[in-house]
Nanobody, 124 residues
Framework: QVQLVESGGGLVQAGGSLRVSCTASGRTFSSYTMGWFRQAPGKEREFVAAVSWSGGSPVYANSVKGRFTISRDNAKNTVYLQMNSLKPEDTANYYC?????????????????WGQGTQVTVSS
């Protein structure tokens, strides 16, 4: 069982930056592909970014490519999402997710463990 706890959300002006973090419990963090998803009110949860357990190149949704960067620190059991050039349409609750030995990982159904989410609000 893996428990995920997000932090770092908040209110930021358009064009600003924010970094959200997700810390996992357990001793097998390095074997998990970690993903970030987001969900705005009235909308479905959507993929943002993922970083593989195997060290491959991260993958990003087209809507955030070039603005967001996902990274992980296995020594700290933590995955980060650095968000730059934020837009009002990035406003959502951001969730991290984990799936062991997952290849790829842009679908909600592929992940087994989820955090409670952290709210990011971008004002115009």
């Amino acid at each position: 069982q893996v428990q995920l706890v997000e932090s770092g959300g908040g209110l930021v002006q358009a064009g600003g930056s924010l970094r959200v973090s997700c810390t996992a419990s357990g001793r097998t963090f390095s074997s998990y592909t970690m993903g970030w998803f987001r969900q705005a009110p009235g909308k479905e949860r959507e993929f943002v970014a993922a970083v593989s357990w195997s060290g491959g190149s991260p993958v990003y949704a087209n809507s955030v490519k070039g603005r967001f960067t996902i990274s992980r620190d296995n020594a700290k059991n933590t995955v980060y999402l650095q968000m730059n050039s934020l837009k009002p349409e990035d406003t959502a609750n951001y969730y991290c997710a984990a799936a062991r030995y997952l290849s790829g990982g842009s679908q909600v159904r592929q992940y087994d463990y989820w955090g409670q989410g952290t709210q990011v609000t971008v004002s115009s």
